[in-house]
């Protein structure tokens, strides 16, 4: 694994997540923090692709813009999801430096309406818990 990339935690659980900010490592790249988490497989999110919000971290920027879980990501930045093939394809899509802004559209799960949110990236050190 590049040391430079952003740590990918698959929590031998139903969900993805990922760490950001990874030890200082010569020529590494920080990443920053939204908050949200994906399906670790298009079987697992609340609607069964992984486009679908699985939930969403409380405290995070992507709770402050009020993203939700079940809420369907149709758009990163203006690009269309539709032609992504897995989760890691639009985790990559939704990863930036921090304090970078980045535009979600949403068809959001409550009632089908879709908008566009604005979502500061933040700096954080994320840690892993395991579910018992």
Do not use: W
């Not at 997540?17 to 990443?31: H, K, M, Y």
């Amino acid at each position: 694994m590049n040391p430079g990339l952003p740590l990918l935690l698959l929590l031998g659980c139903t969900f993805t997540t990922f760490a950001v900010d990874p030890l200082p490592v010569q020529n590494s790249e920080i990443r920053g923090f939204l908050g949200i988490v994906v399906p670790n497989s298009p079987k697992q999110g609340p609607t069964g692709d992984f486009r679908s919000i699985a939930s969403v971290m409380p405290g995070s920027p992507a709770e402050a813009a009020g993203t939700k879980a079940g809420d369907y990501i149709l758009a990163v930045d203006g690009k269309s999801t539709a032609d992504l093939k897995s989760n890691l394809e639009l985790i990559h899509a939704l990863q930036g430096p921090p304090d970078s802004v980045v535009r979600l559209q949403l068809k959001r799960v409550a009632d089908g309406r879709v908008e566009t949110v604005s979502i500061t990236r933040k700096k954080q050190l994320m840690s892993s818990a395991f579910p018992k």
